[in-house]
């Protein structure tokens, strides 16, 4: 058995039936509309023009698999000013991905996720090696 540390979030897997409904991203990251959408109400319900920001993308060092993902609400022209790439839906919302978080997911797809059990973004990532039992973590 092993630590997965402080990892605080949780991940339900793509029935396999599912993944072949994502379109495939060839280069950079890919956001589907549903997970647009949401990107839209959050920003909304935390009172944040979708048009100033976006969801920031990060992978940091973190649980038994060595790898985990962080997403918050950041300000597109701050995103500009460190470097991140930034990916604009057609409908307007932006997702952001960490200038070195980039190298992780370069092919990967932001989706949204909601069953009922729990509801959240989860990235379809190609470069994923392994991942952590608990679903949590993952390496490339």
Known sequence: MSDCGNVKKVFVPVPEKEKSTISP???GFGVTDIAAEKIRHFCSVDSKSFEDYGLLVKVVKDGCSGNSYTMDLALVS??????????QHANGAFAIVDKISYFFVIGSQLD???SLLMSGFQIQNPNVKKSCS????FAV
């Open 25 to 27: 991203v060839a280069s």
């Open 78 to 87: 701050e995103a500009r000013d460190r470097g991140d790439k930034i990916f």
């Open 112 to 114: 949204y996720v909601e």
């Open 134 to 137: 608990c679903g949590s973590s």
